[in-house]
């Protein structure tokens, strides 16, 4: 379905927990808005305390009842990521809805994590990875647990190289960061394949926002620099608003109508602006060999394994 009025139509989620990565700005700085007005507990997952809070008062600042809670996650960090799950474990309630939002975009020289990963591989997939498996007690309490992974139209041009997923031998920015972003969407889907064959009752999904303006366009490849001269202008005048970039991960996190192992974006020309709607999975997504391979692969580097 397409989601012209989802944004008006997100179920009522009172009591319920979320959990969004990266939420002090952009796409989760949108969806931990969103959440909060239907009700949700939200964890604001973020890098700098500072930052978090001073995002959780803007939402505060629109809906004075927000119930959100700031709390410090380096996905760049695998002791971080432990730190901050077990945190979410001591707390004993469940978790219903953990959105995989944060990410870092093709930064011009090869960085690497505190655990000496790719800088993109590591943040944006290991991260992730390592959390969702030690989130996992938390989310199977839960009576409908949701775990959304953010892709990106990227990943139609990643490849997952085995020789080299660290880019140790060549390091291409775009290229870095399409293999990682294609990684998410294996992880979505492999995700849901093992919830299916083990029991553990999670609705795994994966997004996309298409084109849309948010600082990550500064954040990787600018190094923080802002956009200036046509740059700016372009930014502004082809990509979609933040309000509608939010809806394929807002509709995938908590649309009754999702299909499991689902991937939605866009609907609109390529899938660069528009409504939400399903999203065309690449074919290299699709192999289900490279999936289990990636999975195994993932718990070999972070140590972390489901179950």
Request: glycine share 12%; hydrophobic share 40%.
């Amino acid at each position: 379905m397409a989601a012209a009025s989802f944004a008006d139509r997100v179920p009522d989620l009172t009591g319920r927990l979320a959990i969004i990565t990266g939420a002090n700005s952009g796409l989760g700085f949108g969806l931990t808005g969103r959440l909060a007005r239907a009700g949700a507990d939200v964890i604001l997952a973020v890098r700098s305390l500072e930052k978090g809070t001073a995002a959780a008062e803007r939402v505060r600042r629109e809906l004075p009842g927000a119930k959100l809670e700031v709390r410090v996650l380096d996905l760049a960090s695998l002791e971080s990521v432990a730190e901050f799950a077990a945190g979410v474990a001591s707390d004993g309630r469940p978790l219903d809805i953990l959105i995989n939002n944060a990410g870092v975009m093709a930064p011009p020289k090869r960085m690497t994590t505190a655990d000496g990963f790719e800088l993109q591989f590591g943040s944006n997939h290991l991260g992730p990875f390592a959390l969702t498996g030690q989130l996992l007690p938390a989310l199977r309490s839960a009576e409908s647990p949701r775990v959304t992974s953010t892709s990106s139209l990227a990943a139609r041009a990643g490849r997952i190289n085995w020789d080299d997923l660290q880019s140790l031998k060549r390091y291409v920015p775009f290229g870095a960061y399409g293999l990682s972003k294609l990684a998410d969407l294996m992880f979505a889907r492999e995700l849901q394949s093992r919830s299916d064959a083990s029991g553990w009752r999670i609705t795994s999904t994966a997004a996309h926002p298409g084109g849309t303006a948010t600082n990550l366009q500064v954040a990787g490849p600018r190094q923080g620099r802002a956009l200036t001269g046509f740059s700016a202008w372009a930014n502004g005048r082809f990509l979609q608003p933040l309000a509608q970039g939010i809806l394929p991960s807002l509709y995938a996190a908590t649309s009754p109508d999702v299909t499991p192992g689902g991937y939605y974006g866009p609907n609109g020309f390529l899938e660069i602006r528009g409504l939400a709607t399903t999203a065309h999975v690449p074919r290299r997504a699709r192999d289900v060999a490279d999936s289990a391979r990636l999975w195994t692969v993932s718990e070999q580097l972070t140590g972390v394994t489901f179950g």
